[in-house]
C-alpha cells in the first residue's frame, strides 16, 4: 500500500499564488506516474498535472503557463506549483499515484480562490 498526504492548501485571493506538497509513504517500489486532479463542487473530477517517469509533464489546457508540476523522486514526494489564480481554479486538489497497476489517491486539500 502507498499513501498519500497532501498539503499546502488554503484560500487566496485572484492572481495569487499557492504550492500544493503531496508526499508519498509506505510499500513504494517504482512510481510510475504522480499526479494532481481537483474537483470542483457539481463537477467531476478532472486531471490538472501529471507527471509519468522519463516523460515531460502534462498539463489540461485551463493550467497551462499558470501551473507547474514537479517531483523529487528521492523524497517521494509532487509538488503543483500555481501562479495566477482565477476563481475557476476553486475546488479539492487530489494527488494520485500509479504503482504496479495499482492507484492510489490522497485525501485532498482545499483550494480557494476568492476576494
Known amino acids: 500500500q502507498v499513501q498519500l498526504v497532501e498539503s499546502g492548501g488554503g484560500l487566496v485571493q485572484p492572481g495569487g499564488s499557492l504550492r500544493l506538497s503531496c508526499a508519498a509513504s509506505g510499500s513504494i517500489f517504482r512510481l510510475y506516474a504522480m499526479d494532481w486532479y481537483r474537483q470542483a463542487p457539481g463537477k467531476q473530477r478532472e486531471l490538472v498535472a501529471r507527471l509519468i517517469s522519463g516523460s515531460s509533464p502534462n498539463y489540461v489546457d485551463s493550467v497551462k503557463g499558470r501551473f507547474t508540476i514537479s517531483r523529487d523522486s528521492a523524497k517521494n514526494m509532487v509538488f503543483l506549483q500555481m501562479h495566477s489564480l482565477k476563481p475557476e481554479d476553486t475546488a479539492v486538489y487530489y494527488c494520485?499515484?500509479?504503482?504496479?497497476?495499482?492507484?492510489?489517491w490522497g485525501q485532498g486539500t482545499q483550494v480557494t480562490v476568492s476576494s
Open positions: 494520485h499515484a500509479a504503482q504496479l497497476g495499482q492507484n492510489y
